[in-house]
T-cell receptor, first 113, second 111 residues
Framework: DTGVSQNPRHKITKRGQNVTFRCDPI?????LYWYRQTLGQGPEFLTY????????KSRLLSDRFSAERPKGSFSTLEIQRTEQGDSAMYLC???????????FGQGTRLTVV | QQQVKQSPQSLIVQKGGISIINCAYE??????FPWYQQFPGKGPALLIA?????SEKKEGRFTISFNKSAKQFSLHIMDSQPGDSATYFC??????????FGTGTSLTVIP
């Protein structure tokens, strides 16, 4: 499978714990995006990488959120001190640098209890 | 502030009928308008996309109609099938850095 891969698919955590998600983009894609989707809503932009550089961050990305893309390959999204409001589907997408076509992974469903 | 407004919220269509979903935007800098299809528990899948230099794009049973002056675009699904039952999202982008998504339309196609 050469699509965008996200792990884990599901994560249940207790409030206050830290969680980390991983995204492996399509191999030749330079751009990588993180979105958050809550039930019944469209995805909301969180952050964007061009290769290893994080070029844009949404104000939704509070200080408790951090994303990295070392070496411009896979990316991780960490949420520290999780809150119940963080419960959502976290989606990763990737695209070529010169294409607007973005392809999404299956997402990681986070439940904070 | 919702950058892209989508309607209807839900839609029920008979098998073989035409499903129509509408979106409107305000930001004239938007220059790429994709539609995504999402099944429960899955990520959005790119269905079809259009740029404002054309008024219509067709791929199989899916057609995007684009009205630049009205700042509106719509998805038409011809000969709708039960397998088309999913949530559809329109989106818009101006920089290639982020999409602004609509709130989604839940489509149910009745056999």
């Amino acid at each position: 499978d050469t699509g965008v891969s996200q792990n884990p698919r599901h994560k249940i955590t207790k409030r206050g714990q830290n969680v980390t998600f991983r995204c492996d983009p399509i191999s030749e894609h330079n751009r990588l995006y993180w979105y958050r989707q809550t039930l019944g809503q469209g995805p909301e932009f969180l952050t964007y990488f061009q290769n290893e550089a994080q070029l844009e961050k949404s104000r939704l990305l509070s200080d408790r959120f951090s994303a990295e893309r070392p070496k411009g390959s896979f990316s991780t999204l960490e949420i520290q001190r999780t809150e119940q409001g963080d419960s959502a589907m976290y989606l990763c997408a990737s695209s070529l640098w010169d294409s607007a076509e973005a392809f999404f992974g299956q997402g990681t469903r986070l439940t904070v209890v | 502030q919702q950058q892209v407004k989508q309607s209807p919220q839900s839609l029920i269509v008979q098998k073989g009928g035409i499903s129509i979903i509408n979106c409107a935007y305000e930001n004239t800098a938007f220059d790429y308008f994709p539609w995504y299809q999402q099944f429960p528990g899955k990520g959005p899948a790119l269905l079809i996309a259009i740029r404002p230099d054309v008024s219509e794009k067709k791929e199989g049973r899916f057609t995007i109609s684009f009205n630049k002056s009205a700042k509106q675009f719509s998805l038409h699904i011809m000969d709708s099938q039960p397998g088309d039952s999913a949530t559809y999202f329109c989106a818009a982008d101006s920089t290639g850095n982020q999409f602004y998504f609509g709130t989604g339309t839940s489509l149910t196609v009745i056999p």
